[in-house]
């Protein structure tokens, strides 16, 4: 999986394109080796595929240099923030420059009245949160990685929150973006809602960097609620824990996070995270309100639980207890792969309507179990959106070969009960397949648009679908 | 204005195309002058001007057919809902075919352990809540007019729940689109969130018919809330009512509706609903929960509304209060046009960060008060967005202009606010100059997205921008 990690040198790039751009970024461009492979490599089971070199922009105005550039030189950009994203969306299968944005930090405005801010692309969540936290504001979307805010505007990103307070679609007010033929442009004003145009900024989000690379976001921002609490259930049965959920959903129940863990992902995170959680189906939970609000929610929650199968409800408002498990939901991605030293994970995810989504679960789970390979079950249920991991050995092809069939079966279940094959990890390269089977000829229609702003097909080639 | 009512046949359409149409449609093809007028009409200020025909589709396919025979003939197609869009949107400035989906109002499911649902695109909103009603669901989005989903989505439209609910680019899950080049797709499955792909449903949303033409619509639909308290409440100033507001935003309290109407708009909903509230700046409230939880909103929003000096805070959970209050807000336009007999409404709305809110609608209210024409505020100020409606007479062209200075001023304030230059009516004919000022250069990515999917340009051409 590793087959080019060898190539040692930049062959592919023109020779004045590297002088151009040595000249604008000075040790800010690089070929070396390392660099090179930081962003070729990726936390799953991608091969790895090497840029010919690696810039670093600190500004927009940069990021335009370097774009037009590389359109005189025809070679392709890769935008690239934290590379946390799970579908090989940046890697760099063309060669081409590898476009690092993380270096764009600055927190550009914070309009506490307005509720919202404006941060360049490189800014990551926990970041962005520890600059808020004093206002008593706070960006919900929480994807578990430390993403850039960029990368996670590139993907559409969600995440644990996404149940209360949406997705990225829903979080951007507006972004500035390169456009491949070298324009700045904003795709909206800072106004919460408008009907000015077509939504250039729904197009950008989620297109992977294949139509613009992201520099700043405007993003909406929600008041630290008064009360959090946060609360664990473990159940008998993996339908009575999805019941719960959706049940709570359809009551209205205004859960802040519920995540499910299946008993395989427990067995990991007790020995990730040194826990000792019964080795059950288990969700966790969050609720934010007033402390009255919050209190009328655990209860309701705890009496659907306690109706479903579930054992002791318990809940605190402590924030230790809190962030001990949400850390050791954040990790639940490397406590599945630490299941097998030396293996790598292949995270998939599916999201269907709630009310599919027991039997889903229920369907898939019974599949997995007949696997060769561990695969626990995690994920967003109150979205419908579950991921499983399969951790695989990288030198056993018939593994690689299971998983692709485990995850074939997981993704027409999903698109036979009018899901989709992506809630939030996108198309990338692992999806491809999957989109067309999905929306059929209005892929076509997202071709035109790609060759109409890309001409060239030099942003992020080869991502979302081949043209 | 109607320099154009008198023109009498459909000289410039095709007789091939004519034949065609005729053999597929039969009585639901026509050229007679009524129905030419009926769709070539608004309810605004715009200038009349009449399609060739007007054709009556039933279904998807026949849309396909249409759009096929049109661009065989390069004839142009302007979609039609209820005809209620106030920027000239559905005006056939380059004749063709006005392609009435009024007809297509079967609700094709419901889905209620899902909350959603699809509906062909001529359904209009209060026939879908009728239908929901029993199920104990809710369609929110409520632009006052009885529109059409079609046309709702088309234009973007909001409305009065927008600050609770959003506008219809959340409220969308999917659409059916018939595009330029007849081809027949679906731009998104039905679950709740996906990362598959471009975000062809945002794109479509808000395209105003140039970029498709949607015949179905899956929606998001809402649990009919326990209680639903209304209430009304007038003040001293102007900045009193928007400063309420701009603190009950900041303080979280979900207000589900929440509506400013000025001493003007008063005077005009008194004498047009015979009704007797005080002729002073006026707020009108609606909040959904559970019996404590509205109890609480309206407890808080009464105490912030004393201390901006705010007179009785006259609150109802009785709908035929309700409806009472909703029904004069709903008319407002009517009763704004009533004040002047004989004379055309001149709506228009801009949408600005909420911080900026109080003070973009005294200055426009100063500016206001110096006009020789009646001009009343009334707006959906939750989200920050307001309308002024110009009472004009159509022979004193004096007074369009005047209106026209007005209108500009406003707008050039709005987006000195880094706000929009319109909040939920669109740009159609009426705003296109400032599309160009607000947002710059994303105006010509517009351009290349619209030729690269109607390089003949016959989906509503001349709207939202010059190509």
């Known amino acids: 999986m590793t087959a080019l990690l060898d190539t040692p040198t930049a062959a592919a790039l023109p020779a004045d394109l590297e002088r151009a751009l040595r000249a604008l970024l000075g040790e800010r461009f690089t070929t070396a080796a390392a660099a090179r492979q930081a962003h070729g490599q990726n936390e799953t089971h991608f091969e790895t595929l090497l840029p ?34 799970v579908e090989g969306n940046i890697t760099p299968v063309r060669g081409g420059i590898s476009l690092d944005l993380s270096d764009m930090t600055r927190i550009l405005s914070v309009n506490a009245e307005d509720f919202d801010c404006t941060v360049e692309a490189g800014v990551r969540r926990e970041q962005l949160n520890e600059h808020l936290r004093d206002k008593g504001l706070f960006f919900p979307i929480d994807p578990g990685a430390n993403a850039t805010i960029g990368g996670m505007a590139a993907t559409r990103a969600s995440g644990t929150n996404a149940v209360r307070y949406g997705t990225m679609r829903e ?12 324009k700045d442009i904003r795709t909206s004003r800072r106004a919460r809602k408008s009907a000015a145009g077509y939504d250039l900024t729904r197009l950008m989000i989620g297109s992977e960097g294949t139509l613009g690379i992201i520099t700043e976001v405007t993003l909406r921002l929600h008041g630290i609620p008064e009360v959090i ?9 993996l339908d009575g824990a999805v019941d719960t959920v959706v049940q709570a959903i359809q009551l209205g129940i205004p859960l802040a996070r519920v995540e499910i863990l299946d008993d395989v992902q427990m067995r990991a995170v007790n020995r990730w995270s040194k826990l000792d959680y019964p080795e059950q189906t288990t969700l966790f939970f969050e609720f934010h309100g007033s402390e009255t609000h919050v209190a009328d929610q655990v209860a309701m929650t705890a009496e659907l639980a306690a109706a479903n199968g579930g054992g002791a409800f318990k809940w605190s408002n402590l924030p230790e207890e809190r962030n001990r498990l949400w850390k050791a939901r954040h990790e639940a991605y490397y406590a599945a792969v630490g299941l097998r030293p030396g293996c790598v994970g292949w995270p998939t995810d599916v999201c269907v309507p709630i009310g599919r989504l027991a039997e889903c679960i229920a369907q898939t789970k019974r599949d997995l179990e007949t696997a060769s390979i561990p695969a626990p079950i995690l994920g967003h249920v109150g979205d419908g959106n579950f991921h499983v991991v399969f951790v695989i050995d990288p030198n056993k092809p018939e593994e690689e070969a299971e998983a692709r069939a485990l995850n074939a079966r997981m993704v027409e279940r999903a698109l036979a009960m009018d899901g989709t094959c992506t809630g939030e990890h996108g198309i990338g390269l692992g999806k491809q397949d999957w989109l067309e089977r999905e929306l059929g000829e209005a892929v076509d229609l997202m071709r035109t648009i790609k060759r109409a702003m890309d001409p060239h097909d030099l942003f992020n080639p080869g991502k979302v679908f081949s043209l």
Chains 1, 2 share one sequence.
């Open 229 to 237: 609490s946060s609360a664990v259930c473990s159940f008998e049965t």
């Open 52 to 85: 010919d070199a690696v810039a670093y922009a600190r500004t927009t105005e940069e990021v335009v240099a370097i774009v037009n550039l590389c359109r005189e030189h025809k070679t392709p950009i890769v935008p690239f923030g934290a590379g946390t994203s």
């Open 171 to 182: 979080a951007v007010l507006s972004l500035r973006v390169v456009t491949p033929d070298g």
